[in-house]
Structure formats: structure tokens, C-alpha cells
């Protein structure tokens, strides 16, 4: 299962969002605190993509559950929260699950191609 959204910085904060988020250490560890088995980040033009992949079937935990969990994804967000646009108060948690909502994108099609049939085989 794929999951997908998206988001812009402040105006001026472009940088300091690229900074917070280029980190794939960071991102391994999230993905593997949510039951992800990947995670992918594209940057560029003050905008993120970030697409996340479950097993099948896997219940994906939300990133509040994850931040009542572990302090620190919760001050990670807090820095976050300070240069995003219509982002999120980590003081009141159920807006981080209103934030997800409005930035979670619909999966249209997922299709793969015969070559890529062909080759992982």
C-alpha cells in the first residue's frame, strides 16, 4: 500500500525545511516506527512529496500516535511545524491528524510496466 502527501514551506523557510527533512537516517527510522517498508522524499521548489510503502494489509500507525510515543518525533515536529504553511500546533495533536488529512494526496493508479515484470524476475 502507498501512501502519499505533500506540503509547501513558509515563504523565506524553503532551506530550513530542506535541511529538517533531508535526512534518510531520520527517515528510515520514521518509516520503520510507522511499519513502513520504505520511504521516499522528494524536495524541491519549497515543496515535499513524501510517499510511504506498507506491507499489504498493514494498519499504518498515524504520525500522532507516533508522536505521543516517542518525545522525540515530537520535537521533531514541533521544529517542523514552525515552517510549514497551514501546518499544525504539536500542542493540540488531533491538528497534526487534520494537517495529514489535507496534505495526504489520492493514489489514481499504481501500474507497472511488462519490463518491470520482466526484470524482477
Known amino acids: ?51 510511504f510503502e506498507f506491507p499489504e494489509g498493514a494498519k499504518p500507525m498515524t504520525m500522532t500516535d507516533l508522536a505521543r510515543k516517542d518525545p522525540k518525533v515530537k520535537e521533531f515536529l514541533r521544529s517542523l511545524s514552525t515552517v510549514i504553511e497551514d501546518g499544525f500546533d504539536v500542542g493540540n495533536l488531533e491538528t497534526l491528524d487534520d494537517f495529514s488529512r489535507r496534505s495526504s494526496l489520492r493514489l489514481a493508479y499504481d501500474v507497472r510496466s511488462e519490463f518491470a515484470e520482466k526484470s524482477s524476475n
Not at 7 to 27: I, Q, T
Request: charged content about 30%; proline content about 2%; aromatic content about 6%.
Open 1 to 51: 500500500m502507498l501512501v502519499a502527501f505533500t506540503f509547501r514551506a513558509k515563504v523565506g523557510k524553503e532551506e530550513e525545511l530542506e535541511r529538517l527533512l533531508d535526512n534518510p537516517e531520520s527517515g528510515l527510522r520514521i518509516a520503520k516506527a510507522l511499519g513502513a517498508i520504505r520511504n521516499t522524499l522528494f524536495l524541491g521548489n519549497g515543496r515535499i512529496v513524501r510517499i
